[in-house]
């Protein structure tokens, strides 16, 4: 009989490049947006309705946590779509997303990402590793807790700080639940923080832009969910960045459920953060 293992133990990086394996030779398979925009009839534990590629890229990812449960390891795990899986031991929690940017995944769009986050508890501030691929570059981002973030095997500079102007106002700021009411509602704010936007569509991939300080900071205008955050915001943090979830009581205490519960707000330091944080959402 296979001894029980400690989750925290596996090698989840080479489990995140299996499942990103997989997913490309899925979505190869099904290239023009006919194909992915086909629905499965049902919707996701967050509310959306589940895309077929939804489905199938969360069962490519559930396929390698079987194996691991075949290894002896025990957890759980939350996706999106499935909701809460129990695999022995709820102790420390798997967060999938299997397509974050499901929309730009259906239009062909390039940014659209796989996130995997593994916890030790039930809030952001407990998540051990994050690990996060974007589809349209092809860049593996990846985050252990105290032991830094990484873009394709070279660690990122945790020294590195925004850019700025004259006046203040950061070079680039990336916005997420990008819906033009939500913009037309924050605009003013928007003007005085940043003379460019950018919409991924992506909140994972927005975060590992501000990782890397290609964004000076981001801001989603409306509530974000536990499983399209959990492992970006490690990489940020990890990255020498900052985070809050200001609609929590602690700035890391959002949970990691696929409801939304708070904006997610990351900068570069801590100045930025408080004044992003004041952004209408």
């Known amino acids: 009989m296979t001894s029980t293992r400690s989750a925290l133990d596996a090698d989840w990086l080479a489990l995140c490049r299996r499942a990103v394996a997989g997913l490309e030779r899925m979505l190869a398979d099904v290239p023009t947006t006919k194909q992915r ?12 309705r589940t895309l077929e590629i939804d489905s199938g890229a969360e069962q490519l990812v559930f396929d390698q946590l079987d194996a691991l449960r075949g290894e002896g390891y025990r957890f759980c795990a939350l996706s999106e779509e499935r909701g809460v899986m129990d695999y022995g ?26 996130s995997i986050a593994v916890a030790d508890g039930t809030t952001m501030s407990d998540v ?37 102007g004259r006046d203040g106002r ?4 990336g916005i997420e639940s990008a ?3 939500w913009i037309a509602a924050s605009i003013d704010a928007l003007v005085d923080s940043a003379y460019r936007v950018r919409a991924l569509g992506t909140i994972a991939a927005s975060l590992c832009q501000v990782a890397a300080a290609r964004f000076d900071g981001m801001v989603s205008l409306r ?3 536990g499983v399209d955050a959990a492992a970006g915001q490690l990489i940020v943090r990890e990255s020498g960045g900052q985070v809050s979830f ?18 997610v707000i990351a900068a570069r330091s801590s100045e930025t953060l408080s004044r992003l944080e004041r952004i209408p959402a």
């Open 128 to 164: 051990v590793f994050g690990f996060v691929h974007d589809f349209g570059p092809s860049e593996d981002w990846w985050a252990w807790r105290g032991r830094g973030a990484w873009l394709d095997g070279m660690p990122l500079d945790p020294t590195l700080g925004e850019r700025r």
């Open 179 to 181: 819906d033009p009411r």
């Open 89 to 114: 031991d709820d102790g420390v929690r798997v967060i999938i997303d299997p397509i974050d940017g499901s929309l730009n995944a259906k239009r062909g769009i390039s940014s659209y990402a796989l």
């Open 37 to 48: 925009a086909l629905e499965t009839g049902t919707r996701g534990s967050g509310g959306d």
């Open 223 to 225: 509530r974000s969910r």
């Open 170 to 173: 950061l070079e680039v700021l």
């Open 246 to 263: 200001p609609w929590c009581d602690r700035p890391l205490g959002a949970p990691l459920t696929a409801e939304p519960t708070s904006p």
